[in-house]
């Protein structure tokens, strides 16, 4: 499967962003899919994932409450709404797809990636 992931830019913090991260190649609902972030200096790290029907999703503790993971499998995306923003965040933001059954925090789970999208909140 093929990711293109879209949506980053700069924006103020507490602003919003919505990304998003179109799939093709195969059946897009047999996949979990899942946001993953990484900063400059810093290891990759699980922002959110959800599962094949959209029915359940899992977070990172850091943006609980703030970040809404949803796909829509007719569209064959993945979208990631981002709002109340904190300059922490800043990031290259890359989708994922995975066949494992449930959501996986793993990175090493995730068989296909897209290109990464930035994100830069300023203060």
């Known amino acids: 499967v093929q990711l293109q992931a879209s949506g980053g830019g700069l924006v103020q913090a507490g602003g919003s962003l919505r990304l998003s991260c179109e799939a093709s190649?195969?059946?897009?609902?047999?996949?979990?899919m899942a946001w993953f972030r990484q900063a400059p200096g810093k290891e990759r790290e699980f922002v959110a994932g959800i599962s094949r029907t959209g029915g359940g999703s899992r977070y990172a503790d850091s943006v609980k409450g703030r970040f809404t993971i949803s796909r829509d499998n007719a569209k064959n995306t993945v979208y990631l709404q981002m709002n109340t923003l904190k300059p922490e965040d800043t990031a290259v933001y890359s989708c994922?797809?995975?066949?494992?059954?449930?959501?996986?925090?793993?990175?090493?789970?995730?068989?296909?990636w897209g290109q990464g999208t930035l994100v830069t909140v300023s203060s």
């Open positions: 190649g195969r059946t897009f609902s047999s996949f979990i």
């Open positions: 994922a797809a995975s066949t494992r059954l449930v959501v996986t925090t793993n990175a090493n789970e995730y068989a296909y």
